[in-house]
């Protein structure tokens, strides 16, 4: 009923910059929030997340990432500078949201794209 593509992982130097697309798709009434998670070893880390009202980030980001959100596309983006090794993982989207039919709220994550900062 409802997915989450990531897109624009890559291999990038320490001190560049890559930018991350997720696009929900499917039977969606609403989007509470999007954001995204990085795979640390044993759990997932919070990196950013949007709601209609307000963004959060994690203290390692600050001042680095910035997350973004198209509503009429159902798109969420992560433009992320200044990276570093520490930076390399898997990214996945997040979602909590409300189906057509079931409602929810539900929570939904994507398959992940590799972010890989070299030195």
């Known amino acids: 009923q409802v997915q989450l593509v990531e897109s624009g992982g890559d291999l990038v130097q320490a001190g560049g910059s890559l930018r991350l697309s997720c696009a929900a798709s499917?039977?969606?009434?609403?989007?509470?929030?999007m954001g995204w998670y990085r795979q640390a070893p044993g759990k997932r880390d919070m990196v950013a997340t949007v709601?209609?009202?307000?963004?959060n980030y994690a203290d390692s980001v600050k001042g680095r990432f910035t997350i973004s959100r198209d509503n009429a596309k159902n798109t969420v983006y992560l433009q992320m500078n200044s990276l570093k090794p520490e930076d390399t993982a898997v990214y996945y989207c997040?979602?909590?949201?409300?189906?057509?039919?079931?409602?929810?709220?539900?929570?939904?994550w994507g398959q992940g794209t590799q972010v890989t900062v070299s030195t």
């Open positions: 499917g039977s969606i009434f609403s989007i509470d929030v």
């Open positions: 997040y979602a909590i949201l409300k189906t057509a039919f079931n409602r929810g709220p539900f929570q939904y």
């Open positions: 709601t209609s009202v307000a963004t």
